[in-house]
Nanobody, 118 residues
Framework: QVQLVESGGGSVEAGGSLTLSCVLS????????MAWFRQAQGNEREAIGPISTRTRSITYADRFIVTRADAKNTVNLRVDSLERDDTATYYC???????????????WGRGTQVTVSS
């Protein structure tokens, strides 16, 4: 059974950077499209972006850098220039094919909280 565990969340000051990690167990991450989502309190879950099995690193919105290290069954998300609006619970997800739609993903982690203060 595939399981995902996120880590690396915490409290950070605006303007800083943070790297989150997601480790997949019960399978090989190299078989899955991995994606990061986030959900702020009171808001719907939103996609940060997927990374396909053929991609090692991809950047979204100039600040969200997603990398995968399949040798470690890990996908990372680095967020630069953090803003208060980045405060949310961050989730990683896995599916056999990539999508921006959260409903497409069958495997989810429990999330890690990121709180940005100014």
């Amino acid at each position: 059974q595939v399981q995902l565990v996120e880590s690396g969340g915490g409290s950070v000051e605006a303007g800083g950077s943070l790297t989150l990690s997601c480790v997949l167990s019960g399978g090989a991450s190299s078989s899955y499209c991995m994606a990061w989502f986030r959900q702020a309190q009171g808001n719907e879950r939103e996609a940060i972006g997927p990374i396909s099995t053929r991609t090692r690193s991809i950047t979204y919105a100039d600040r969200f850098i997603v990398t995968r290290a399949d040798a470690k069954n890990t996908v990372n998300l680095r967020v630069d220039s953090l803003e208060r609006d980045d405060t949310a619970t961050y989730y990683c997800a896995a599916a056999l094919a990539c999508s921006w739609d959260s409903r497409h993903y069958e495997h989810w982690g429990r999330g890690t909280q990121v709180t940005v203060s100014s």
